[in-house]
């Protein structure tokens, strides 16, 4: 029997190509001021020739490679987007087939930006429900596919990216490093953030996605933390989705982090990659070992749906 | 109830806290976006602290029809 489940290592992938606010305004009515202020974005990554498959592959593969585990112990996989153009097979099983897991449960989510945390959940409750032993987890996006670069509004918000967690279960007896989930969703809200059509485009109502995001969230975040017995005063670091500096510092505001804690502001130089933002950062924080390995690290992903989903996690 | 004159200081107070408006510069002919430089989302943080301060609620849908103080201070007055 498990008593749950753990985070065994994370990788995480960027392409090459750096974007810039100023490179923005060769094409764009904006400025890297307003951009800054606004937002909190410098810099992000944008995709030529990778697909979303693509770079959910490499995340997974460093993943993979930093666990120990190698691709005969996978037996589920999931791939938390929504921004894949192609539909079938799904992004799941072509990350699978690059990385020659033989025949793993193997499924797309979208929950658009708190998808990580979504995914996260599942696979800690396929885990403990005995579905499945070992987990490879994704959260990766090619936003630049269903972003309209003529407009200034969106156009300076999103990037491309993916991270990457393998979990395993944790033996009776010792404890679990996935706390449980919280999650959720708005739906009468739903049409405040929109990826619709036949060639779709990103857009959104700001004022309204922003208000929701600073005033309500901040609750079930603190929820999250209290079903994993932690209190927030406790936490290494606070991991949420990067869409925007102010959203972030609005929740920090109302959770009761202590001082020491880190509060990880990717987005700065990755924008917003919708659900690769929190596996990406996370991932960061690790390779840089700026936190250290058991301690508590509350993830809480939120955006369209609107939907929301957060856990504590002991980092790997 | 609230004159407008005090829900004009109260908003005064709102708009430097969260938007660091200089509080005289604050008048109910003043336009929030064109005077007093207060970007859109700056003008959410000040409508959510509004909603405290003055026990009123000020819907998603109301927030743009507040082009000035005087709009805000009119709305408050009539449903605080």
């Not at chain 1, 079930?220 to 932690?230: L, M, T």
């Not at chain 2, 200089?22 to 859109?40: H, I, P």
């Amino acid at each position: 029997m498990v008593a749950g489940s753990r985070i065994v290592a994370m990788g995480h992938y960027q392409p090459s190509r750096v974007v810039t606010n100023e490179d923005l305004t060769k094409t764009l009515d904006t400025n890297d001021e307003w951009i800054r202020s606004r937002v909190g974005i410098a810099e992000r990554r944008i995709a030529d020739t990778e697909t979303v498959a693509d770079m959910a592959g490499f995340a997974a593969e460093k993943a993979l490679a930093a666990s120990g585990l190698t691709a005969a112990d996978i037996d589920l996989v999931i791939v938390a987007t929504c921004s894949s153009i192609d539909r079938c097979p799904n992004v799941a099983t072509r990350v699978a087939n690059k990385l020659g897991i033989a025949a793993p449960a193997a499924y797309d989510l979208n929950t658009a930006c708190s998808g990580f945390s979504y995914a996260v959940g599942s696979a800690d409750h396929a885990i403990r429900a005995g579905a499945a032993r070992n987990a490879i987890v994704i959260g990766a996006e090619k936003l630049s596919d269903v972003t309209d670069w003529s407009d200034r509004k969106t156009a300076v918000l999103f990037g491309d990216g993916a991270g990457a967690a393998v979990m395993t279960g944790v033996p009776d007896g010792e404890e679990p490093g996935v706390g449980p989930v919280l999650w959720g969703s708005a739906p009468d809200k739903g049409d405040v953030l929109r990826i619709e059509g036949w060639r779709p485009y990103i857009e959104q109502e700001g004022q309204i996605v922003f208000r929701w995001a600073t005033t309500e969230l901040a609750p079930f975040a603190i929820e999250a933390c209290r079903r994993a017995g932690v209190d927030p005063s406790e936490l290494a670091a606070f991991v949420p989705h990067q869409a925007n500096t102010r959203i972030i510092d609005g929740i920090v505001k109302r959770l009761g982090l202590s001082e020491n804690a880190i509060v990880a502001k990717d987005l700065v130089e990755s924008g917003n990659t919708s659900a690769a933002s929190v596996p990406l950062a996370l991932s960061k924080l690790i390779e840089r070992r700026e936190v250290p390995s058991g301690a508590p690290v509350l993830l809480f992903g939120f955006g369209g749906g609107l939907t929301y989903a957060g856990q504590v996690v002991r980092c790997p | 109830m609230a004159t407008r004159e005090e829900i004009t200081s109260g908003l005064a107070e709102i708009l430097e806290e969260v938007a660091g408006v200089n509080q005289d510069d604050v008048a109910e002919g003043k336009s929030f976006t064109d005077d007093l430089d207060v970007d859109s989302l700056s003008m959410v943080e000040v409508v959510v602290a509004a909603e405290e301060k003055f026990g009123v609620k000020i819907p998603d849908n109301e927030v743009q029809n507040l082009k000035t103080v005087g709009d805000a201070v009119t709305y408050i007055e009539a449903n605080a």
